[in-house]
């Protein structure tokens, strides 16, 4: 066993920035050692190593429990005797470390219990059960952590029996003694209130409950918690409105343990409401009372914000449901809410502006993407909506009362009330807009009662007309404006306002230009009801050049690595102004590429922002895809060396990437020969422990089968064939990455001589095989039926169905005849993409027409063959079972970060390796067996005769005919 004082040597190496990757290293190799996840929870627990350590720790014990707990067929990939072990201790462990190690172990044990609970961990409850103390928090905090972290699975996931029984499970042991705990919680409270450290420590075990409350109610209610209703309601009611000086935190930013119970009791709330309406009923008079209370006392700071968002919310949750929402239907109660709930928490704080002048990026975030549901200004913001859309016409009325006192308060003095017109135009869009505006279109429906073009042209236009006298925030309300109802504006506006949002990307606010490139980027991206854009292409390509150099700039105007990746937005938009102007990139293709290589080579130096290199590599592809084809050697020539480098400096993160890059270069000139500086990339990829990385594998199959098809001769002369089918083999061993050893195996048979292969057919076909026996699914069978009809309409390779069937029976004698009666014949119907129906087509028309063995040795089987090739010609394929359907994503969908992301921009093309046969299949196959007919002297026409039934002949003719 590696001694512990060298491994928390390397993890404290590994913290400096001078030896992180060489540590890292070192302590990767450590993983095979399966002893090292008992050693990183030694360094973890021992009070002797530094805190820092001891948490770089628990971090990389984390990760290494996530990679190497269990395979994909949930075995064990670590020593049970070290698994039990690892069980045993965790638990006792997380009681006694520090909070900050505590969460990491939490995280740990999550991913066990993902694979282990509770089936294969079914003593854990009793166990964590057992080491409850009704009066000691410390202790206490540590069990709840780790349930904490078990059960807030079940949150997300939609119910089915398995789920059940586990939740089942877990009451049984836990619902009963939980309920007791919070009892004596609440006496612990009260006798040390004056006690400021064991009252935080109650606090923090007060806030772990209450998640749990959540998590354990998330799918039903417990039936303990349904008997003991009228008691735990009494605890959240008192501790909603429970304060104690000694948990008020000095910093007027900063929540504390009371901010955070609070906010948590909350949830709870909003989950009953919803969920449980009926069983709550008699207790929520009161809860809305003083949530009415408490919003309308309760001060501005900061650190309240997270506790006014989520009272919001359960008032929101209140509104939107029949029974209750008659509570605030009166006029004069409508106008209360308003001023007393909804205004104080719509207008524009001083932290708000702070934000805007000091994180301008994290200011658009919160506000576009919905970051900010824990803001007050969006909570309020939904509380005004569902109210709006319970009392439309009195809500409209008594907001547009306001809305006109603002607009009158900024005419009085712009320079000074310009945050009154802000609070107006946020009042009008949440009275406007109606449902959730979506990532394509924005809001669609809106309030029949005002306009939204007129209170545009009256409050807004001038706003993106005028020069500086106008405060940035207001120019960002006008974009914003425009960018949220984007789809109610007609073509004919949107000609007249988008040089104005154009105009606003040479502004010198940050968060201006921002919001004008997000505009920008998603009014191209728009269409019309026919699918054409709303800006036309031919609007944009003139602009193109000095757009794109001025979006660049940009990017590049601070050259700091993190700055220059710091705003993603920009970024989307010069990828979305190459994907509109399509070959329009090629006349100033050497600006762009001079521009993509150097923010390519300043941001390798410190990747630090996964949404802004996705969108860069997505650019890339983008030109790529239009500037290759016309320039095939000059992209390949600049592109290789900053590639090259990536990889040579192994930047986990941008690798998946370039690798895909690198193949939609090589793809977008497919005659070529494969130049000379690429040679030096196949050996590096033909290495075992690139393919190690679960994320490399889709892009380096693609990139090594996009080199195959121009460099196969450079491969076989280099003996580089035999690693090739060394990587299909391991690929072909697991379930996730089978259909990619298809894809390389299809590749190789396509571009390497057939006698190239010929020593190797055996062997390939006995891996699939026994696959196909041990493991066999419908998403494998059907790739090998795929696999099997692309060798036997390979005939100009030499291939066929005789040359299949001698590889077979090699495997063993007769299995060519039970595996085509039972799985090529009956499968063949249900694939489902276009170009694998005809590659089947045409190798059973091959087979018909030229196969010696169907012709003698396997009359009936010419009979199936025919009946079979007739079904696919005629009938439409079957549905695709589940785990074969393909999901489409736009750029906009995608999660990133996690494993692999493929860049939609050059997504590969659907290319149709038989594109003689024309459009009509029938009339072709037609065609192919009259002239095999004639070729043969007549033996097919015969076949027909004797081999068919009446209808199967029919048919047949009709195509010979």
């Not at 969006?378 to 009392?391: C, E, S, V």
């Not at 308060?409 to 000074?416: T, V």
Request: glycine share 4%; net charge negative.
């Amino acid at each position: 066993m590696a001694d512990l004082q060298s491994i928390a040597q390397l993890l404290a190496a590994s913290s400096d920035r001078t030896q992180t990757k060489q540590a890292e290293a070192a302590l990767r190799q450590q993983e095979s050692n399966p002893n090292f996840p008992i050693s990183l929870l030694q360094i973890t627990a021992s009070d002797s190593y530094p805190l820092g350590t001891r948490l770089s720790s628990a971090i990389l014990f984390k990760n290494v429990i996530r990679r190497n707990w269990t395979d994909e067929d949930g075995n064990y990939k670590l020593p049970l005797e070290v698994v039990g072990t690892l069980k045993q201790e965790l638990i006792n462990l997380m009681i006694s470390v520090p909070q900050v190690l505590q969460t990491q172990l939490g995280e740990a044990v999550s991913v066990i219990a993902d694979s282990d609970f509770w089936e294969r961990w079914d003593t854990l409850v009793n166990d964590l059960v057992s080491k409850l103390q009704p009066d000691n928090p410390s202790v206490n905090i540590g069990v709840l952590q780790v349930a904490h972290s078990i059960f807030k699975r079940w949150r997300p996931l939609f119910r089915s029996d398995d789920l059940y029984i586990e939740i089942n499970h877990v009451l049984e042991r836990f619902g009963t003694p939980f309920l007791t705990l919070f009892q004596g919680l609440d006496t612990y409270l009260e006798t040390n209130k004056s006690n400021k450290d064991q009252l935080t420590q109650g606090f923090t075990q007060l806030n772990l409950m209450v998640k749990l409350v959540y998590d354990l109610s998330c799918h039903d209610l417990p039936p303990m918690f349904e008997e003991n209703m009228s008691g735990l309601a009494q605890i959240l009611l008192k501790y909603l409105t429970y304060d104690n000086q000694l948990l008020h935190t000095d910093d007027d930013a900063e929540s504390g343990q009371l901010e955070y119970v609070r906010a948590g009791i909350f949830e709870v709330l909003t989950l009953y409401v919803q969920k449980y309406g009926d069983e709550f009923q008699p207790y929520i008079q009161q809860f809305v009372e003083s949530s009415w209370n408490f919003l309308t006392t309760i001060g501005q700071e900061t650190k309240y914000d997270i506790l006014v968002s989520r009272a919001l919310k359960f008032l929101t949750s209140i509104a939107g449901m029949p029974q209750h929402a008659q509570i605030f239907q009166a006029e004069s109660t409508l106008a209360q809410v308003i001023e007393k709930v909804v205004l104080p928490n719509v207008s524009l704080r001083e932290s708000d502006e702070e934000l805007f002048e000091d994180e301008p990026i994290e200011f658009i975030r919160r506000d576009l993407e919905g970051s900010d549901s824990d803001t007050r200004r969006r909570a309020a913001t939904d509380f005004l909506k569902q109210l709006n859309a319970n009392f439309e016409a009195s809500v409209t009325k008594a907001v547009l009362q306001y809305i006109e006192h603002y607009l009158n308060e900024y005419g009085k003095s712009p320079q000074l009330n310009w945050k009154a017109k802000d609070t107006a135009t946020y009042l009008f869009i949440a009275i406007a807009a109606k449902g959730v505006a979506t990532a394509t279109h924005g809001v669609t429906t809106t309030n029949s009662l005002i306009s939204i073009t007129d209170f545009f042209q009256k409050n807004l236009a001038a706003d993106l007309v005028s020069g500086d006298g106008v405060h940035p925030i207001l120019k960002v309300d006008a974009i914003k404006y425009l960018y949220l109802f984007r789809s109610l504006i007609t073509k004919e506006q949107w000609q007249e306002v988008f040089p104005l949002l154009v105009n606003h990307l040479g502004s010198s606010n940050f968060v201006v230009y921002t919001y004008a490139a997000i505009a920008v980027e998603r009014v191209l991206y728009f269409t019309d009801n026919q699918g054409q854009p709303i800006v036309s292409p031919d609007t944009i390509r003139p602009l193109a050049k000095d757009l794109l150099e001025h979006i660049f700039s940009l990017i590049q105007k601070n050259p700091a690595p993190e700055k220059v990746q710091e705003n993603e937005f920009i970024m989307k938009c010069a990828m979305r102004v190459l994907i509109v102007i399509k070959e329009g990139v090629v006349p100033i293709t050497d600006n762009v590429l001079a521009h993509l290589i150097n923010i390519t080579q300043i941001i390798s130096g410190n990747p630090s922002n996964p949404r802004f290199y996705y969108y860069h590599f997505e650019t890339l592809g983008a030109f790529i895809r239009f500037a290759a084809p016309s320039n095939p050697d000059k992209l390949e020539q600049a592109l290789y060396p900053p590639f090259s480098a990536v990889l040579q400096a192994d930047i986990a993160e941008f690798v998946p990437y370039i690798f895909q890059l690198f193949a939609a270069l090589l793809e977008a000139n497919p005659s070529g020969t494969l130049p000379t500086y690429y040679h030096g990339l196949i050996a590096p990829i033909l290495a075992p422990q690139v393919w190690e990385s679960k994320g490399n594998i889709p892009a380096l199959v693609r990139l090594l089968s996009s080199i195959i098809a121009r460099g196969s001769q450079h491969i076989l002369e280099n003996n580089q064939l035999i690693n090739t089918l060394g990587i299909f083999q391991k690929l072909l061993s697991s379930k996730t990455n089978e259909g990619y050893g298809f894809d390389l195996l299809e590749a190789v048979i396509e571009h390497f001589p057939s006698a190239a292969l010929e020593p190797f057919f055996k062997d390939i076909m006995q891996i699939i095989l026994t696959r196909l026996q041990n493991h066999k699914t419908e998403s494998l069978t059907l790739r090998f039926v795929r696999f099997y009809h692309f060798m036997c309409a390979n005939d100009a390779k030499g291939y066929s169905a005789d040359f299949v069937i001698q590889v077979i029976d090699k495997v063993q004698e007769g299995l060519y005849v039970q595996l085509y009666l039972n799985i090529i014949l009956p499968e063949s119907q249900k694939l489902a993409r276009p170009m694998d129906r005809k590659t089947a087509v045409i190798s059973f028309t091959k087979t018909l027409a030229n196969s010696e063995a169907f012709a003698v040795k396997y009359k009936k089987g010419w009979g199936f063959t025919c009946e079979a090739l007739l079904k696919l010609l005629e009938l439409p394929p079957l549905p695709a079972s589940k785990d074969d359907i393909i999901a489409e994503h736009d750029v906009e969908d995608m999660a990133f970060g996690v494993g692999f992301t493929a860049l939609v921009t050059i997504r590969p093309q659907a290319r149709d390796p038989w594109p003689d046969t024309g459009a009509d299949l029938k009339l072709w196959v037609g065609k192919y067996l009259k002239e095999a007919d004639q070729r043969h002297g007549g033996k097919i026409s015969g076949f027909v005769q004797e081999r068919l039934g009446e209808q199967a002949k029919a048919m047949l003719s009709s195509y010979i005919a």
